[in-house]
């Protein structure tokens, strides 16, 4: 794997499994994950969409399960239409989520890294801004993991 984009990590007082279901129920996701509408079949090289609206635009991002590992591990492929670049494998991110059980809580860290090669600078000058989106998700995860 390159060197992460970002990387953040919370402790979230629910088990493992509330966590994991929050993480694959798309009506729970859709409450934490920018607003997206998820579908996938979770099965690990089919497709992954987020559909939505961002600052009044629509999108329709785009990416491929790489893992599912219950109550351990989710990663995906990640591409933006928005992002102006061309819909290339250098163009995507893979965001890695791994949860570790801490009795009746569980650490989540996640990561975004690209799919291939290393970040640009553009992505490194961006990382403090993607962290910060990412630590907004993971409170959302939280709330949804809890509910």
Same mark, same amino acid.
């Given at each position: 794997m390159s060197e992460p984009v970002a990387q953040v990590s %919370?402790?979230?007082?629910?088990?493992?499994?509330a966590v994991w279901r929050a993480l694959t129920t798309p009506a729970k996701l859709k409450t934490f994950f920018m607003g997206s509408d998820v579908e996938s079949d979770w099965r690990v090289g089919h497709a992954i969409r987020f559909r939505g609206e961002y600052e009044? %635009?629509?999108y329709e991002d785009h990416g491929e399960i790489r893992s599912f590992e219950p109550e351990k591990r989710l990663a995906f492929s990640h591409f933006s239409p928005l992002t102006g670049a061309e819909d290339a494998p250098e163009n995507y991110n893979l965001i890695t989520i791994d949860l570790r059980p801490e009795g009746a809580s569980t650490e989540v860290t996640l990561t975004q890294s690209k799919l291939v090669g290393d970040p640009s600078d553009a992505d490194l000058k961006q990382r403090e801004r993607f962290a910060s989106t990412w630590s907004h998700v993971l409170d959302g995860l939280e709330n949804a993991a809890r509910a």
């Open positions: %919370k402790t979230i007082n629910a088990p493992a499994e009044g %635009k629509a």
